[in-house]
């Protein structure tokens, strides 16, 4: 009875953290898109939860003897140092600012946007995919946590390596499904797909360089008047 409440808290605990690993906006914005491109969807879908299974898996190797509590406390400390200091908000202000200005001078300059490109059905977003995905397992504040602890938690399910890769898998089940169950979903709607897909496209085909203006100036104020708050 013990080792059977044991393994049922383990692999809900696997669970949690692969929903937890797998909630990154670049993520659901790349799916999104995929979505609306409604172009191989399964296909560029399959490679960016194959990227995110990889770079899982490489951190819970790497990870199997070492710490990473100490790295992070300090990586966070430095952030939060960085955002504190006046002369960070004053040069991302003025990065914004001279963003703006630029976008703005292209915009006056050639008025009519050059034609996008579109890439060919076959070869749409393939390795970039796998690459997002890799890169979003491995990169970011929480990811070394949330690996650490998949480690930890499968340790303790059992001594046999066999059904500590067991929970494991649990955990890359948990990290796919939610992108998965969205790229089947669609596949059942074509209709709303198509009509999504002709939504976007012509999103996409609009000029949005007077909206990238309006943004990065709005940025570039906010960060200097943040700057030079006084009493801050």
Known sequence: MDDLGRWA??????????????LNPALYG?????LAQNTRVAWRIGWMV????????????????????????AAERRAGEAVLDRRVDLAAGALFLVGAVAMLAWKLHRRVRPARVRPSA??????????LGLGCSIVGFT????????????????????LRWLAYAVFLVALAAPF??????????PRTAAHVNAVYTRVIDMDHRGVYVVVLAVA????IALGLWPGR
């Open 220 to 223: 570039g104020l906010a960060c």
């Open 122 to 131: 076959p070869h749409v977003h393939a390795w970039s995919s796998y690459v």
């Open 50 to 73: 194959g990227g995110l299974a990889t770079g899982a898996t490489i951190l819970y190797l790497f990870l199997q003897g070492f710490d990473p509590t100490e790295f992070v406390t």
């Open 180 to 189: 998965v169950v969205l790229a089947t979903a669609w596949t059942h709607f």
């Open 9 to 22: 808290a383990a692999l809900t605990t696997m669970v949690g953290l692969g929903l937890t690993l797998g």
């Open 30 to 34: 790349a799916t999104a898109d995929a």
């Open 143 to 162: 990811t070394l946590p949330i690996m650490y602890l998949t480690g930890r938690v499968a340790d303790g399910v059992s001594d046999q390596p066999v």
